[in-house]
C-alpha cells in the first residue's frame, strides 16, 4: 500500500471516528506496526491535528482528528 493510499484511508477512518483515535489506534485497524511512518502520515496530512492527549499506562498519546470541511465551503 502506497505513502497517498494510507494516507486517503488514514483520513477516511478519522472522518469516521468523531472523537479522534490515536495512532496506535489507526495503525492497529491497518494491521500496520511501522509506527514512525504512522506519524509522518498523520504529520502530513494538513487537515489532521492533535485534538487531545489521552494517558495511556504511564505514557501520553496524542487523540488525532481532521477537519471535516463544510459542503458549502468555497474551493481555493
Not at 468523531?18 to 506496526?33: E, M, S
Not at 502530513?44 to 504511564?58: F, N, V
Request: with cysteine.
Amino acid at each position: 500500500m502506497g505513502s497517498n493510499v494510507r494516507i486517503n484511508k488514514t483520513r477516511e477512518l478519522l472522518r469516521n471516528s468523531p472523537d479522534g483515535l490515536t495512532a496506535r489506534q489507526i495503525a492497529d485497524v491497518f494491521d500496520y506496526d511501522n509506527m514512525p511512518h504512522m506519524y509522518r502520515i498523520l504529520k502530513s496530512m494538513p487537515d489532521a491535528y492533535i485534538d487531545r492527549w489521552q494517558r495511556t499506562g504511564k505514557r501520553l498519546s496524542a487523540v488525532w482528528c481532521v477537519v471535516v470541511p463544510p459542503p458549502n465551503c468555497p474551493k481555493p
